[in-house]
């Protein structure tokens, strides 16, 4: 007996039927129809796209903060996300509380440590280099070795102050520490630290994320090309991320970026309450609908959200929607003929004729249905 049989679903590959059989928690079985199956649970998707359930690498999710805070089963299942990996928003004095502020979560979440053990308490915890500790640090990560997954750190200017790229210096020793390939997630933004500065330090297990900004210290030139440095850091395989938030991601910068091939490994969207209510974020969906309407394949956009990020953060059970992975899925309506508004973080705004509509999740081998 089977636990819960998809049926009548679409794949997004190639708009093939699929339907998919699931036990506890993991996926059984997949093909265009499944015959005599048995399930406790049956749910008729009626042509509607089934996907491998989607994963954010960049949320900010631990509820006690006071501005960058928000419920994970809003950032996450509620919205078509089964995974959330929150961004350096506790370091290594909160991050416990944090762990245990999950339990009755259904969203999947895993965090990274911030490299200040402060976390986002305040917004400058790289201003004071003691509160990067090297023992505490190492301790979490030893500790919650299944919730952390990599280290993050901000690296512009009102989170650093004066120390410049010094804490990435530091995250990078404390990489080193715990094997090397533990992934760094670099935040940028204003300088100084100068990006060139920032990015130079980074390698094929590190993470620039906001990398399609529009701010001065971005990645584009005086002359409207794409900086050399950075392409230096793209071949030689940092990860480019996007991480739209409130401020870092510009259709402007994005249109230089996209005509010459610089594109994103992975999407994510730095939500957190503010700007999951009053945008420009709102949620996955309106993020992913940006990258359809620059003509990404639907397949390709998905696989930015699911594939990618469980490869960058050593997630070997998820991403994929193959027997034996981990029965998180996502079910959605592409609606077309639309006019879909989509407003960047600098208020420049794009008509889009598509929108992607979260309908259910399969979270660890449950359904849960998405209300409107
Ligand atoms: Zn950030
Ligand atoms: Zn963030």
Known sequence: MLDLYLKNGLSIKDDSPLEVAIRGHKIVAMGHKLEDIKAHQTINLQGKYISAGWIDDHVHCYEKLTLYYDDPDEDGYKSGVTTVIDAGSTGAENIDDFYDSNEDKITNVYAMINVGKTGILAQNELGNLDTIEEKALLDSVEKYQNFIVGIKVRESHSVVVNNGVEPLKRGKK???????????????????????????????????????????????????????????????????????????????????????????????????????????????????????????????????????????????????????????????????????????????????????????????????????
């Open 174 to 372: 404390f990489q080193k520490e715990l094997g090397g390939s533990f992934p760094i997630m670099v935040h940028v933004g204003a300088n100084p630290p100068d990006l060139k500065n920032v990015v130079s330090l980074m390698d094929n297990n590190d993470i620039l994320t906001h990398v399609y900004n529009g701010k001065p210290n971005g990645i584009i030139d005086k002359e409207g090309n794409i900086h050399q440095f950075v392409w230096e850091a793209y071949k030689r395989g940092v990860t480019f991320d996007v991480g739209h938030g409130t401020d870092s991601f510009n259709f402007n910068t994005f249109d230089v970026a996209n005509s010459a091939g610089l594109v994103p490994k992975s999407i994510s969207t730095d939500i957190y309450s503010r700007n999951r209510i009053n945008g420009p974020v709102y949620d996955m969906a309106t993020t992913m609908e940006k990258f359809l309407m620059y003509g990404f394949s639907l397949s390709k956009v998905v696989s930015m959200v699911t594939e990618a990020p469980a490869k960058t953060f050593n997630l070997v059970t998820k991403g994929k929607l193959e027997e034996g992975y981990d029965a998180d899925l996502t079910v959605f309506e592409l609606k077309k003929n639309v006019a879909n508004k989509l407003v960047d973080s600098n208020q420049n705004e794009r008509i889009y004729d598509k929108k992607i509509c979260p309908q259910l999740c399969v979270v660890m081998g449950k359904a849960y249905e998405i209300g409107e």
